[in-house]
């Protein structure tokens, strides 16, 4: 079956994003979230006969949408692994990686992925379908403190404890099996007026959870710092703050906590130069695609 890649996922700063990485015609790149195929087109339209490009995406339903170049090579796997793939194929060092981070809009359209405050759909929320742990069996088999903590660090909800007891208690007669299920055992926590917030903030925590998000975005930082050549440039989008935070502190200091040690002069050395300013959506991408209204671009050159 044939996707327009526009359709599956609306690409975000598509131009932004790609010309971050300085492309050389003969370079060879990196796209992380390869998804509709969009960054990676604009990366294929910009690279020489003897330029490469990589992919990595998880989700089987990307499968669909690999670019049928003998310059190209779509790797399904998660790009925790990016040091790791990257060498079956004999590549050590790369000239530029893009990152294009959170869910795409295909794995939000379809129901079943359960991804979406918008459809009523079995608790999954797996970016890659085979993984073992689902949205059911966090807000199932988790314990209440682990469950708070998931509330509290990834959905940055006050009420995380409120949220997590309410569970506990609603599971003991039955499974919480489905969305509408979920949402009406924590009803009392969604007031109206903000519910549509509060939810996507649930949502957003059960989904970092299941897929390690955070975890997967650290390994993949401190890889690409190895993988880049000098010169050789990240360009990364971001969705929402904890995500952002991890990204700017390790471009700015090469690690996500702490200062870098100072030498006897109190001067400090960082691997990465920070290129131009954080750039968001205009407003007119914004209005086309709404998706975009939370995103941020970071561009950083190895030195």
Do not use: C, W
Not at 71 to 76: E, M, P, S
Request: glycine content about 8%; cysteine-free; charged content about 30%.
């Amino acid at each position: 079956m044939e996707h327009n890649e526009y359709e599956y996922h609306n690409p975000v700063l598509l131009k932004e994003t790609v010309d971050g990485l300085n492309i050389k015609p003969d370079g060879v790149y990196v796209d992380v979230t390869f998804g509709g195929g969009g960054h990676s087109k604009e990366i294929m339209r910009r690279l020489g006969p003897n330029g490469k490009l990589f992919a990595f995406d998880q989700d089987t339903d990307a499968l669909a949408n690999a670019l049928d170049d003998e310059r190209f090579t779509l790797i399904n796997e998660n790009f925790r692994f990016i040091k790791r793939f990257l060498r079956v194929y004999g590549i050590k060092q790369v000239d530029g990686i893009l990152g294009d981070f959170g869910v795409s809009s295909h794995q939000f359209d379809v129901a079943e992925r359960g991804f979406s405050t918008r459809f009523e759909a079995d608790l999954d929320m797996r970016m890659n379908q085979n993984g073992n742990l689902s949205a059911y069996e966090v807000i199932n088999d988790y314990e209440e403190n682990a469950l708070s903590k998931v509330f509290f660090s990834y959905g940055e909800l006050s009420n995380a404890r409120g949220l997590a007891a309410a569970i506990v208690t609603a599971r003991k007669t039955e499974p919480i099996k489905n969305s509408e299920q979920l949402k009406k055992v924590l009803a009392k926590f969604l007031p109206a007026h903000k519910s549509n917030k509060i939810l996507a903030q649930i949502y957003q925590a059960i989904r970092i959870e299941v897929n390690q998000e955070i975890d997967v975005l650290r390994e993949f930082l401190e890889q690409s710092l190895e993988l880049l050549k000098p010169g050789g440039r990240l360009s990364v989008i971001s969705y929402h703050s904890l995500e952002d935070r991890l990204v700017k502190r390790f471009i700015k200091n090469g690690m996500f906590e702490g200062e870098p040690e100072r030498d006897f002069y109190g001067r400090f050395e960082v691997p990465f130069d920070t290129i131009g300013k954080l750039i968001v959506p205009s407003a007119e991408e914004i209005k086309i695609n709404n998706r975009a209204r939370s995103a941020k671009l970071r561009i950083a050159e190895k030195k």
